[in-house]
């Protein structure tokens, strides 16, 4: 999503990863990667659970998610993937925005 933050700023687009550290480790690591996003550190997997983010151990860990809220607070698309590989291309979500300011 890096790549292609001005075409998520372009549909006013808020991206907020959410990660399994905790708050030092998770700052150390946006601090060293320059992320020009908002990242949420969640080791007690509360916001993963409340969205249904699955953790499966012998795959080491969390899989990737990847859900769109309305501003209404609606989930208006959920891709949970299978591997830490299965995550849409950004291109693909994009175009969901884009549906999305339709509807």
């Known amino acids: 999503m890096r790549q292609d933050r001005t075409e998520f700023e372009k549909r006013d687009t808020l991206i907020l990863a959410i990660?399994?550290?905790n708050r030092e480790d998770f700052a150390k690591y946006w601090t060293a990667h320059d992320m020009p996003f908002i990242g949420i550190p969640d080791p007690e997997h509360r916001?993963?659970?409340l969205y249904g983010q699955e953790f499966k151990l012998l795959k080491l860990g969390r899989m990737p998610a990847q859900v769109i809220v309305d501003r209404k607070g609606m989930i208006r698309y959920a891709h949970y993937g299978e591997?830490?590989?299965d995550i849409p291309d950004n291109?693909?979500?994009?175009?969901?925005?884009?549906?999305?300011?339709d509807s």
Request: glycine share 10%; charged share 35%; hydrophobic share 40%.
């Open 91 to 101: 291109k693909d979500i994009l175009e969901i925005l884009d549906g999305l300011e």
């Open 83 to 85: 591997s830490m590989s």
């Open 47 to 49: 916001v993963a659970k």
């Open 19 to 21: 990660g399994p550290e």
